[in-house]
């Protein structure tokens, strides 16, 4: 199993001791310190799984009670099938990252912050500051790619947004009341796998979503600004979204490829593994160069 990499996160610096994964899991190579800035103390976990050290980088942003150990092996399949390297983190608040403080209250912003903060001093102390890179977001972390690459703090040469949200509906309220009925009837129990701190993943999305103020979050007007390829994947048996998320997305981004897969529910990569690696191998081809020579 690849080792994980540790961004620790204080005041005004990023310090990142990284792991750097060759293409079959083989051995760690390299180790490195670097710095960049942030206004937040704390760590996140990381990978980085994938190919050759030439490739250009996908980073993957995990759904809003996942982390790194989450994805599974879903992150090096879908890398070594399009040919790109992989950074897989968890955000502050997951997986083995510095928990929620028990008082820290996650606001209607939250994925403002992920998106226009915490990511961009993540690729700045990874060296990927000025680098276009892809990003491949689930749920949350869809909407949080969607935000970055909106806003462009720094470069993106392309986005996968599976089950994305960029307004609240009915169905996402339902489904994670659901979720909050289910956390202490053994829900927990399983989650607390993946999160060192399983009540800090958890409230932490369940009390942010379920805020009153956030009945009227919307991220819609602030997409026009994605110029990058735009892959859009939704299940149609999801139940915290619906179509009408993908449609909101491509009234604003009508470039936007989508790709509506059945079944399926919240979680494609897991439900339909092999349809996600294959749209999102054909949206990185069709955006490369042409190589050989000019006639």
């Keep these: 199993m690849p080792s994980m990499s540790t961004v620790v996160l204080e005041s005004l610096e990023v310090s990142i001791e990284a792991v750097w994964i060759e293409p079959r899991e083989a051995a760690i190579r390299k180790e490195d310190r670097v710095g960049g800035a942030i206004q937040r103390r704390g760590c996140v976990e ?3 799984r994938g190919c ?12 809003g009670l996942g982390s790194v150990a989450l994805w599974k092996d879903f992150p090096q399949r879908l890398c070594h099938a399009v040919g790109l390297r992989g950074l897989v983190y968890s955000r502050p608040g997951y997986g083995r990252s510095t928990p929620r403080q028990p008082h820290e209250h996650w606001g209607t912003d939250f994925m403002h912050q992920q998106a226009l903060k915490v990511l961009p001093a993540l690729r700045v102390a990874l060296g990927l500051a000025n680098t276009p890179v892809w990003l491949f977001g689930h749920s949350d972390g869809a909407s949080i790619a969607l935000l970055h690459a909106a806003h462009q703090p720094q470069p993106v040469a392309g986005l996968v947004a599976m089950a994305p949200h960029v307004m609240v509906e009915p169905i996402s309220i339902t489904g994670i009341q659901t979720a909050l009925q289910a956390y202490g009837q053994g829900l927990r129990e399983r989650l607390a ?7 800090s ?6 009390g942010a979503w ?16 994605i110029q990058c ?8 048996q999801d139940d915290y979204g619906t179509l009408a998320q993908l449609d ?3 009234a604003s981004v009508p470039h936007a490829q989508r790709l509506e897969l059945d079944p399926c529910g919240h979680s494609p990569h897991r439900d339909q593994p092999d ?14 160069p042409p190589t050989g020579d000019l006639p």
């Design 193 to 199: 796998r993946f999160h060192d701190d399983v009540d």
């Design 210 to 225: 379920l805020s009153p103020e956030f009945a009227h979050w919307t991220i819609t007007e602030e997409l026009a600004g």
């Design 275 to 288: 349809a996600v690696i294959s749209a999102t191998c054909r949206i990185v081809a069709d955006s490369r």
């Design 201 to 206: 993943a958890f409230h932490g999305w369940a």
């Design 46 to 48: 990381g990978a980085l």
């Design 229 to 236: 390829p735009t892959l859009l994947i939704q299940g149609l």
């Design 52 to 63: 050759d050290e030439a490739s250009p980088v996908m980073i993957f942003l995990h759904e």
């Design 248 to 250: 909101a997305i491509g």
